[in-house]
């Protein structure tokens, strides 16, 4: 790909993000900018907006979940029948990681199969029949908020190129996530009593936690305007 390559589709990937109000949209259309150049079989969002790192929208095969529907029930909708696991691998435990971070990293694997040891994430994975991933960090303001993962169904490493045009749609990709979790956060924050909306007592203090919605990710969202 030459730079006007990459700079136009850089662009078209911010378009998307301008564009689509609904996380699920901007997964739909960051999936088909990308397909041509960059092959992959599904991309989710994981959010680190609470300790359990949980995930808010998910992609299969070009199809976005539907309000509601789980990562199971999507998989059966999108034609996805993994394989068993040949057999399980000991647990490896996480690194410490320095939330404050100012560029997207990047943690991949060719091949889950060939791995002697699992993070508590792979074993997710594989059981959904992934064989090659990887992880784009999202970052806001210098912290990071999530992680982009793409995925393949087959043992296929992701080439240097690939991972440095998915590092740099990851750039649009965390202003979604945070726009997406900064209107969860205001919908969690009002509340209605006797016909009136009110905001939470503590709902602007850093690191309130109100209905499980951790303030201190919808902060890091203020003042990232649309690009």
């Known amino acids: 790909m030459d730079p006007a390559q990459r700079h136009a589709l850089i662009l078209r990937a911010w378009e998307a993000v301008n564009a689509e109000r609904d996380?699920?949209?901007?997964?739909?259309?960051?999936?088909?900018?990308?397909?041509?150049?960059?092959?992959?079989?599904?991309?989710?969002?994981?959010?680190?907006?609470?300790?359990?790192?949980?995930?808010?929208?998910?992609?299969?095969?070009?199809?976005?979940?539907?309000e509601g529907e789980t990562m199971e029930e999507l998989m059966r909708r999108a034609g996805w029948n993994p394989p068993p696991v040949p057999f399980e691998r000991p647990l490896i435990p996480y690194p410490k990681v320095d939330w404050k971070v100012t560029s997207p990293a990047q943690a991949t694997c060719g091949n889950l199969l060939e791995k002697q040891g699992w993070y508590a994430h792979e074993f997710k994975l594989a059981a959904g029949g992934v064989r090659a991933y990887t992880g784009c960090h999202l970052i806001v303001r210098g912290e990071c908020i999530g992680v982009a993962v793409y995925c393949r169904l087959e043992p296929v490493a992701f080439a240097p190129e690939e991972l440095s045009v998915l590092a740099d749609v990851s750039k649009a990709m965390a202003i979604a996530a945070a726009n997406a979790g900064r209107q969860r956060g205001d919908r969690a924050a009002t509340r209605s009593v006797g016909g009136r909306e009110y905001r939470a007592k503590n709902a602007t203090r850093p690191g309130a936690v109100v209905r499980g919605y951790c303030w201190r990710f919808s902060a890091l969202a203020e003042g990232v305007g649309r690009h």
């Open 23 to 66: 996380l699920r949209g901007v997964l739909d259309a960051v999936t088909r900018i990308l397909k041509p150049v960059v092959h992959f079989d599904s991309l989710t969002i994981v959010s680190f907006d609470t300790p359990e790192h949980r995930l808010i929208a998910y992609n299969l095969s070009g199809l976005s979940a539907l």
